[in-house]
């Protein structure tokens, strides 16, 4: 089990709270930006479209992308670029992954 973490949020702490008996990977995602690879596999398998994984009211996503039409590739290199934006966290096991939010849906996974 993986868990793509940002030790800055408090959702994110939390969850990481919740996987303490469980054997997780910590990813700090803002440190080690996902490939491009990596993050559309991830989002395949959260089964959501690439802009539900964008965290609109960050100021970085006012400031460069709000109200710009964007293609998928272009969210998720957005979210590359600018991980802070990206929703969190997010748990993957080898079958799926969620955004857990709130943290509590990891126990959906456990």
């Known amino acids: 089990m993986k868990i793509y973490h940002n030790n800055?949020?408090?959702k994110s702490?939390?969850?990481l709270s919740l996987l303490?008996?469980?054997?997780?990977?910590v990813i700090d995602y803002i440190k080690?930006?996902?490939s491009f690879e990596e993050l559309s596999l991830l989002i395949s398998k959260i089964g959501i479209l690439?802009?539900?994984?964008?965290r609109t009211n960050e100021v970085i996503w006012k400031e460069n992308f709000r109200?710009?039409?964007?293609?998928?590739?272009?969210y998720i290199s957005a979210m590359i670029k600018y991980p802070k934006i990206m929703e969190r966290p997010i748990v993957e096991t080898t079958e799926r992954a969620l955004v857990?939010?709130?943290?509590?849906l990891v126990l959906d996974l456990i």
């Open 13 to 15: 702490r939390q969850c």
């Open 67 to 74: 109200g710009k039409k964007m293609n998928d590739e272009e």
């Open 100 to 104: 857990c939010r709130p943290p509590e």
């Open 20 to 25: 303490s008996n469980a054997e997780v990977e």
């Open 50 to 54: 690439p802009a539900e994984l964008i």
């Open 32 to 34: 080690n930006p996902l």
């Open 8 to 10: 800055r949020c408090s």
